[in-house]
């Protein structure tokens, strides 16, 4: 099953140095609180020099997903980087952590921020960053964090869960293997897409559940976000 939630119809939020959009409860925008562990799903357009001042979290998994731009990261255990259309980076926030987040560029940074529910909690805060090359998932899904030890090449995360991302050519096709008892969120970043006989558009959002194999043709050239939580 995929319930379509088009990018209309989620809540905007206009800050001037910050235009976002969420597919999930954040703020003052009440509905949707999750999808199985998927918490929040922002879809966010940062002003160039421009951010988020320093602020707490603690228990959350929070991956940042770069579409154009780059943010760059600073927290209070010393870490700093720059993370560039292409790359992702992964915060577990555990015991507590304060962090920022700026666009330091000349030009907007376009991201996805995305929280999932940590299942193991009590643990000292990290973070960390990687490229991976659009190239590199060509036609297939390709595993980006993880918290499953059989992914060694994905950013650790601290929950039952995966992020995955794939590039399709107009007509092509590629398969992702969930389960019926996971629940997955899926955005086309850009481009159009087709799960069964529901069309998805680029930064609409599909809430798939109850499938064994989640199957996407691309209508045009696309570039897929999905999370599989439990």
Sequence with gaps: ????????????????????????????????MHWGAIRVWNDDLIAPQAGFPPHPHRDMEIITYVLEGAITHQDSLGNTGRTEAGDVQVMSAG????????????????????????TRTGEAPSWGARPFPKGERSGRFVTLASGYEDDPDALPIRTDARLVAATLKAGDTAEYPVGRDRKAYLVPATGAIRIDDVRVNARDGAAISDLDVIRVTAIEDSEIVLVDAA
């Design 1 to 32: 099953m995929s319930e379509l939630r088009p990018f209309d119809s989620l809540a905007a939020a206009d800050h001037g140095w910050l235009n976002a959009r969420h597919h999930f409860s954040f703020a003052d925008y009440p509905a949707r």
């Design 95 to 118: 015991t507590g952590i304060r962090h920022s987040e700026y666009n330091l560029e000349d030009g907007p940074t376009k991201l996805f921020q995305i929280w999932i529910i940590p």
